[in-house]
């Protein structure tokens, strides 16, 4: 890949003229099209220029012929929201699940469906209500909204989501989780919504009124003391990792707890050791390592390689706050080294030897892992398959098994519709033997719950794995 860059010029006078010439429709401003295709032509050329892993899944032809498309299908003049809609799908084009078209969506309140969806299979049911007066719909199965099959609904949002490669269990857990927003951004606000219930033999429909989104506490944090759990009981031990982000497992002192715990393993004699890493996002490579020196008894380096396609950003105007004169002075710390045309390779934390811990833990070994199991936990995951071995249980992983595009992450900000990209720019190969063929680690045992299932708060993947233990002749796949 040649990079090249696209520079799109216009007089400073025609651009007063055209932004004082925009239309107005119902109250939302509207840019021209000539405006649009600028913006397009500034994301094109910022993510051939930083992005590593552009092209890892989707070819340099098929990237220029979205971009060429997009373009044609724009009309005259489009608002915020209607560009969005139009270039989003970019998320499932690029497939990295750390590079995103970005939409201020918080900074607004949005009338959305007060009913919160599980997806069972391919079918769909209210697992929550956000208004009492619709709590007696808990457990039903809904078909359609406002007249769509839901799951026609489901799928054409599931374009609009990011994801790594073709893995799918990880834009799905991500849309379940923002779904009533996500639908009402793209199908439309509204006061009230038709829902369609699937009842035996006959289909029932009923008018929901909306809730403000304000209401809804979309994304709650995980408290400190549950990022890190351990147990022991009736000699099988269960550690429970909620995330990998340094800055908040020091503030539990993980590295101590984490010694207490593996001492505590071999002070018991423990034979089974299930570590629980669903809904983990993700974060830095040492808390990484720092449990895998635990599970794996030789000196690992968990990167084979760790790279970077630019040693500059130069569009400094269009990352306005996002500290791209820290980037700059921070990749020369990386000593980069030209590996090919178009690569430097980077030296940093992860490309360093580690050595494995005294209470190495050599016993049977499970992982229960969803698609909520992300980037850093895509390395960890498929660093222990690939070279210690355990019984993968779940759903597969979110995050891909041989590399992400992660790291230094900036915000892009188009000069005329104000729509933002996140665009990383490291490559992390992991030091696995492995084709990548666009997925996360698969499990050896599928285990999801049903609706049943988390209509009564079980936990099938964990009650599974205990089962598992207690049954004779587990084999290590």
């Known amino acids: 890949m040649k990079m090249t860059e696209?520079?799109?010029?216009?007089?400073?006078?025609?651009?007063?003229?055209?932004f004082i010439c925009v239309l107005n429709t119902y109250g939302q401003t509207k840019i021209g099209k000539e405006f649009l295709i600028s913006d397009l032509d500034v994301l094109k050329n910022n993510l051939e220029r930083i992005h590593p892993g552009?092209?890892?899944?989707?070819?340099?032809?098929?990237?220029?012929?979205?971009?060429?498309?997009?373009?044609?299908?724009?009309?005259?003049?489009?608002?915020?929201?209607?560009?969005?809609?139009?270039v989003a799908p970019l998320n499932s084009v690029v497939k990295n699940g750390h590079s995103f078209v970005a939409l201020e969506r918080f900074k607004k309140s949005y009338q959305v469906?007060?009913?919160?969806?599980?997806?069972?299979?391919?079918?769909?049911?209210?697992?929550?209500?956000?208004?009492?007066?619709?709590?007696?719909?808990?457990g039903k199965e809904v078909f359609s909204i406002d007249g769509v099959p839901l799951i026609e609904?489901?799928?054409?949002?599931?374009?609009?989501?990011?994801?790594?490669?073709?893995?799918?269990?990880?834009?799905?857990a991500k849309l379940l989780h923002n779904f009533n927003l996500d639908y009402s951004l793209i199908y439309g606000s509204k006061s009230s919504y038709e829902i369609v219930l699937s009842e035996s033999t006959k289909q029932v429909p009923i008018i929901l009124t909306s809730i403000s989104s304000g209401d809804i506490s979309f994304y709650k944090r995980v408290p400190l003391q549950d990022y890190f759990n351990f147990k022991i009981a009736d000699s099988v031990a269960v550690l429970t990792f909620k995330t990998f982000e340094?800055?908040?497992?020091?503030?539990?002192?993980?590295?101590?707890?984490?010694?207490?715990?593996?001492?505590?393993?071999?002070?018991?004699?423990?034979?089974?050791?299930?570590i629980?890493?669903?809904?983990?996002?993700?974060?830095?490579?040492?808390?990484?390592?720092?449990?895998?020196?635990?599970?794996y008894d030789k000196e690992f380096r968990l990167f084979k390689n760790i790279s970077t396609?630019?040693?500059?950003?130069?569009?400094?105007?269009?990352?306005?706050?996002?500290?791209?004169?820290?980037?700059?002075?921070?990749?020369?710390?990386?000593?980069?080294?030209?590996?090919?045309?178009?690569?430097?390779?980077?030296?940093?934390?992860?490309?360093?030897?580690?050595?494995?811990?005294?209470?190495n833990y050599r016993g049977q070994l499970y992982i229960l892992t969803n698609g909520r199991s992300f980037s850093a936990t895509?390395?960890?995951?498929?660093?222990?398959?690939?070279?210690?071995?355990?019984?993968?249980?779940?759903?597969?992983?979110?995050?891909?098994?041989?590399?992400?595009?992660?790291?230094?992450s900036y915000y892009l900000t188009l000069p005329n519709s104000k729509l933002r990209m996140y665009i990383p720019t490291i490559l992390w190969e992991l030091n696995v033997d492995v084709e990548n063929d666009g997925h996360g680690v698969k499990p050896d045992y599928i285990v999801r719950n049903t609706i049943t299932d988390e209509l009564q708060r079980r936990d099938a993947a964990m009650d599974f794995a205990l089962q598992l233990i207690k049954s004779e002749g587990v084999m290590n796949k």
Do not use: C
């Not at 696209?6 to 055209?18: M, Q, R, W």
């Not at 799928?155 to 799905?172: I, K, V």
């Not at 830095?284 to 635990?294: M, R």
């Not at 269009?318 to 590996?339: C, D, Q």
């Open 276 to 295: 629980d890493v669903r809904n983990n996002g993700g974060g830095d490579a040492t808390p990484n390592q720092e449990l895998i020196s635990y599970l």
């Open 113 to 138: 469906i007060p009913i919160r969806l599980y997806k069972d299979d391919n079918s769909f049911f209210i697992v929550d209500s956000f208004k009492p007066e619709y709590k007696e719909l808990i």
């Open 246 to 274: 340094k800055s908040e497992l020091k503030k539990i002192r993980y590295k101590k707890r984490l010694r207490e715990a593996f001492t505590s393993i071999k002070a018991n004699h423990v034979k089974h050791l299930i």
């Open 378 to 408: 895509g390395e960890f995951t498929s660093f222990i398959k690939h070279h210690r071995g355990a019984v993968f249980i779940g759903e597969e992983v979110g995050g891909n098994k041989y590399q992400n595009t992660s790291g230094l």
């Open 309 to 359: 396609i630019t040693r500059k950003i130069d569009d400094k105007k269009n990352y306005k706050g996002e500290g791209i004169v820290l980037f700059n002075t921070a990749v020369s710390w990386f000593k980069l080294k030209k590996i090919s045309e178009n690569y430097y390779q980077a030296k940093t934390k992860g490309s360093n030897v580690y050595l494995p811990k005294a209470d």
């Open 6 to 18: 696209v520079v799109t010029k216009i007089p400073v006078a025609i651009s007063t003229l055209l």
């Open 54 to 86: 552009l092209y890892t899944y989707s070819s340099k032809k098929q990237i220029d012929e979205w971009f060429a498309s997009t373009k044609n299908n724009l009309s005259d003049s489009m608002d915020y929201i209607q560009f969005y809609k139009a």
């Open 153 to 172: 609904i489901f799928n054409n949002l599931l374009n609009y989501q990011t994801r790594d490669g073709d893995n799918l269990t990880f834009p799905t």
